[in-house]
């Protein structure tokens, strides 16, 4: 199983930028890909996730700003993120959650089994 994040950069705040994680080693339908993020000296938090039955979730500090999609025959997920602030700054990992019955909480970190090696996003003001 690996996880290969990339599109990470520098950008402006009100940029954009598209990040993808590209999966191997298993069969993308039948998981869940949790994409997470960790500023520098804070915890490890949830950003969204993209459920094997199609459904999505969004951390409330990014709704309506990022898009998480999936293309399981090119077995990759992107996360788009739209009017991105100083906030949004830190190192972003995808990782691979159970299939959509099996989640009980999306936003844990101990629901994900394998983690890529994360991207460096950094929203300057």
């Known amino acids: 199983v690996q996880l290969v994040e990339s599109g990470g950069g520098l950008v402006q705040a009100g940029g954009s930028l598209r990040l993808s994680c590209a999966a191997s080693g298993f069969t993308l339908d039948y998981y869940g890909i949790g994409w997470f993020r960790q500023a520098p000296g804070k915890k490890r938090e949830g950003v969204c996730i993209s459920n094997n039955d199609g459904s999505t979730n969004y951390a409330d500090s990014v709704k309506g700003r990022f898009t998480i999609s999936r293309d399981n025959a090119k077995k990759t997920v992107y996360l788009q993120m739209n009017s991105l602030k100083p906030e949004d700054t830190g190192v972003y990992y995808c990782?691979?959650?159970?299939?959509?019955?099996?989640?009980?909480?999306?936003?844990?970190?101990?629901?994900?089994?394998?983690w890529g090696q994360g991207t460096q996003v950094t929203v300057s003001s």
């Open positions: 990782a691979r959650g159970p299939p959509a019955y099996g989640m009980t909480s999306w936003t844990s970190a101990s629901e994900y089994d394998h």
